[in-house]
């Protein structure tokens, strides 16, 4: 059983960065067994797609609302996967959610992922 959990969470101001970490346990982690993927979510909404790594490839993909901004990125010795988030905006404060999924290619729903970490909460001061 694959076990998430996110750290690096926390109260910043407009314009800060921060890098958020997912550590994964319980399973094979590497950039063949799962695609990485990392979320948002805010009261009474879905879970918004930030960024991906998808399995067996070094590419990235990004929502429009985070792409530049953010950067997602996996060390498979550290069984972790990052998110760096540069130039933090209000609209970014939520829940961050790291997931991994068996499937292959780029996924963009929450529903493609079969593990999820327990949330980190960002908030963003204007």
């Known amino acids: 059983q694959v076990q998430l959990v996110e750290s690096g969470g926390g109260l910043v101001q407009a314009g800060d960065s921060l890098r958020l970490s997912c550590t994964t346990s319980?399973?094979?982690?590497?950039?063949?067994?799962?695609?990485m993927g990392w979320f948002r979510q805010t009261p009474g909404n879905d879970r918004e797609f930030v960024a991906q790594?998808?399995?067996?490839?070094?590419?990235?993909y990004y929502g429009d609302s985070v792409k530049g901004r953010f950067t997602i990125s996996r060390d498979n010795a550290k069984n972790t996967v990052y998110l760096g988030m540069n130039s933090l905006k209000p609209e970014d404060t939520a829940v961050y959610y790291c997931g991994a999924s068996i499937y292959s290619g780029l996924h963009m729903s929450a529903s493609d992922y079969q593990y999820w970490g327990q949330g980190t909460q960002v908030t963003v001061s204007p």
């Open positions: 319980g399973g094979t982690f590497n950039s063949y067994a799962y695609g």
């Open positions: 790594i998808p399995r067996s490839t070094g590419s990235t």
